[in-house]
């Protein structure tokens, strides 16, 4: 089945700084790769997801790129603000078939923006 | 619109009970899934629902189990609890046609002492 690693497990840059996570997946099968942030005691929200027809895609401060051939995909957060800090998880998924609802999730980042 | 709700939002039980958890998706939504998250680690998959009938499961045990009724609505139920079954259990939906964004909901908080 899937597997999804992710790094570095904590992070910590400068307000103003940039952010990049990394993760990488097993199953060349998977063409969905949603990346959450989940605050202290909240629910998991999307932030931003890529479909493996495309390799890049941006969201105001946050981008993200998809490499198929070597199987792994970014978070890039850009000019980082406190509010940025959380924990963020990337996700793999075959988008197609009913699968959707199957996500596997990478262990997470912890990001803390200091100001 | 309301998002997706579940309840109880916190609960406490000893080793060898039996816990039922409670889901409402998001109004349209005719999927549901489950997923545990041990505090410190990533959510885990558990099950995918759609139109009432099983589409997924993840590697839990047979004391883990689920349905979805005709509202849509959902219940994940765990039988002779064990201390390793403390975790934060979200439920999610999705419209699953046209696209796979998953939306969560708070979670029911899960402590077995």
């Known amino acids: 089945g899937e597997n999804v690693e992710q790094h570095p497990s904590t992070l910590s840059v400068q307000e103003g700084d940039s952010a990049v996570i990394k993760c990488t997946y097993s199953?060349?099968?998977?063409?969905?790769f949603p990346w959450y942030k989940q605050e202290l005691g909240k629910r998991p929200q999307l932030i931003i997801d890529?479909?493996?027809?495309?390799g890049e895609k941006k969201d105001q401060r946050i981008a993200v790129t998809l490499n198929k051939t070597a199987k792994h995909f970014s978070l890039h957060i850009t000019e980082t603000q406190p509010e940025d800090s959380a924990v963020y998880f990337c996700?793999?998924?075959?988008?197609?078939?009913?699968?959707?609802?199957?996500?596997?999730f990478g262990k997470g980042t912890k990001l803390s923006v200091k100001p | 619109d309301a998002g997706v709700t579940q309840s109880p939002t916190h609960l406490i039980k000893t080793r060898g009970q039996q816990v039922t958890l409670r889901c409402s998706p998001i109004?349209?939504?005719?999927?549901v899934s489950w997923y545990q998250q041990v505090l410190g680690q990533g959510p885990q998959f558990i099950f995918q629902?759609?139109?009432?009938?099983?589409?997924g499961r993840g590697n839990f045990p047979d004391r883990f189990s689920a349905r979805q009724f005709p509202n849509y609505s959902s219940e994940l139920n765990v039988n002779a609890l064990l201390l390793g079954d403390s975790a934060l259990y979200l439920c999610?939906?999705?419209?699953?046609?046209?696209?796979?964004?998953?939306?969560f909901g708070e979670g029911s908080r899960l402590t077995v002492l």
């Open positions: 199953d060349s099968a998977s063409n969905y």
């Open positions: 109004s349209g939504h005719k999927s």
């Open positions: 629902y759609y139109e009432k009938e099983e589409r």
């Open positions: 999610a939906s999705t419209r699953l046609q046209g696209g796979g964004e998953l939306f």
């Open positions: 996700a793999a998924s075959m988008d197609y078939g009913g699968s959707q609802g199957n996500l596997i």
């Open positions: 890529i479909r493996s027809n495309v």
